[in-house]
């Protein structure tokens, strides 16, 4: 499940995610924020942010 908030209608709530639709499950607004559980991420994406460098240059460590 994934938690969100949407600007334009104030509603927030769990919902189940779906990468495709990027809009708030009640009034269908483009201006809300999607919190997820890592496991709800698509993989290729998880491995992006694994083998990113932090701001001061070094690789993450796992």
């Known amino acids: 499940m994934a938690r969100?908030?949407?600007g334009a209608c104030g509603r927030e709530g769990e919902f189940a995610y779906?990468?495709?639709h990027h809009?708030?499950?009640r009034c269908g607004s483009f201006?809300?924020?999607?919190?997820?559980?890592?496991?709800e991420l698509p993989d290729e994406f998880?491995?992006?942010l694994?083998?990113?460098?932090?701001?001061d240059g070094e690789?993450?460590?796992d």
């Not at 201006?31 to 496991?39: E, G, M, Q, T, Y």
């Not at 694994?50 to 701001?55: D, G, I, V, Y």
Request: hydrophobic content about 40%; charged content about 25%.
């Open 31 to 39: 201006d809300v924020v999607f919190a997820l559980n890592i496991d």
């Open 18 to 20: 779906d990468p495709q």
């Open 50 to 55: 694994l083998q990113a460098e932090t701001l």
């Open 59 to 61: 690789k993450n460590e």
């Open 4 to 6: 969100f908030r949407c």
């Open 46 to 48: 998880v491995q992006m």
């Open 23 to 25: 809009e708030c499950p």
